[in-house]
């Protein structure tokens, strides 16, 4: 572990730091960063001028790894590497290996597994072309037919992974049911990875869930009572990231689906980052709530990290109306939040009420 990388990203200093961290996260270490204005195009996924002006630095530090922090094709990967000398891997995979790294439970396991395969399967039969018109050696020497079985192989993992994951949404799909007959008020956390869920969940109810300064510290979900409030509840869970695939939210459905079941969300945001940082964020989570069909006026937006806060800039948005102050960390304005979640929990009683006396 502890490879060496060179880590290939954006020009802009937030993308930089978040392909460092998760670098970081993924027990790589970054030599350096190369900075590209664009990448996803042509042969390398990079300018070609670039390409060649990374194979020199690639020559000079002698990185074990390269990371490009983008998506790219099997057949970019490829050609990059090749040029390269050095075994690249782009942004998806990159995210995998974190939560690789992370998985302790059997449903994460699972998911992490399901998310790699849909990954590497249409990736597999691009990469054997590729390497049968290079040099005919290599591990690469199969031919058509055992290319197919292969893939054919790792189809009915996937297959069998998804039926296994089915079951653990049934077995979540009951215990929700279980909890509304039980009349429990379901208060969800999301957000952003590093946005402070679990510091928050820990200060509301008395657990220990780890915590860390790595991104995706938390893959499962937990659900605890609310400290001091009677039936209301609270589920930990995965963080979003910005440009993640869709097969990558469909793996982590059993998990993620627990927030458009809940009574009440709250985005966890960290307003201690500079204003551009904060809405980019803010519209990837969005973004991931839209996937998962949240209906955003049950969301309240928590500004958490208020202790750390730099930069004087308003929460102001159309989407998300209300939200609340905190510093989970310091338990600035925990009250505050209480009296709010306190409140939803009386109207979604009220709502309830009308509802049964409509019927
Ligand atoms: N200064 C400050 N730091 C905080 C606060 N809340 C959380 N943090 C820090 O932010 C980092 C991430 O916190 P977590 O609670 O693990 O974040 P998370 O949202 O659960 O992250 P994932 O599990 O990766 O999605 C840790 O280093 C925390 O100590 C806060 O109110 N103030
Ligand atoms: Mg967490």
């Known amino acids: 572990m502890n490879e060496t990388s060179i880590v290939v990203t954006y020009r802009e200093q937030y993308s930089e730091q978040e392909a460092l ?18 990448m996803k195009e042509g042969k390398y996924g990079l300018p070609t ?29 490829y050609h990059l590497s090749k040029l390269l000398g050095v075994k690249t891997i782009d942004r998806i995979r990159l995210i995998l290996d974190i939560f690789e790294k992370r ?40 031919g058509a037919y055992e290319v197919d079985k292969y893939i054919r192989f790792l189809n009915r993992q996937i297959n069998g992974l998804r039926k296994k994951l089915d079951r653990e949404r049934m077995r979540r799909s009951l215990q929700r049911q279980k909890r509304i007959e039980e009349d429990k008020f379901i208060v969800a956390l999301a957000g952003y990875t590093g946005a402070g869920k679990t510091t928050l969940f820990n200060a509301l109810t008395n657990e220990n869930k780890t915590v860390t300064g790595k991104m995706f510290t938390t893959l499962t979900t937990t659900i605890r009572k609310i400290n001091g409030m009677e039936n209301v509840y609270l589920s930990d869970t995965v963080g979003f990231i910005e440009r993640l695939p869709h097969y990558l939210i469909e793996s982590f459905k059993s998990t993620l689906e627990e927030l458009k ?45 208020v202790d750390q806060k730099k930069n004087d800039f308003e929460f102001k948005d159309g989407h998300i109306k209300e939200y609340v102050e905190i510093s989970a960390l310091k338990g600035t304005n925990m009250d505050k939040l209480k009296a709010m979640i306190l409140e939803k929990y009386k109207e979604g009683n009220i709502k309830i009420l009308d509802q049964k006396e409509l019927f």
């Open 261 to 305: 079941y809940s009574d009440l969300i709250l985005l966890v945001l960290d307003y201690s980052l500079d204003e551009e940082l904060f809405w980019r964020k803010y519209i990837a989570s969005l973004n991931v709530l839209e996937e998962l069909e949240v209906n955003l006026d049950n969301v309240v937006a928590v500004l958490n990290k």
């Open 49 to 77: 001028g670039k390409a060649e002006q990374l194979k020199n630095m690639a020559e000079e530090l002698k990185p074990e790894l390269v990371i490009v922090d983008e998506q790219l094709t099997a057949s970019q990967i």
């Open 21 to 38: 961290e998760l670098a970081f996260s993924a027990g790589y270490r970054p030599l350096t960063t190369f900075k590209v204005k664009s």
């Open 103 to 142: 998985a302790m439970t059997t449903e994460a396991k699972l998911q992490v597994k399901l998310a790699e395969l849909q990954y590497e399967v249409p990736r597999i039969r691009e990469t054997v072309r590729l390497a049968k018109m290079g040099e005919q050696t290599g591990p690469m020497g199969y």
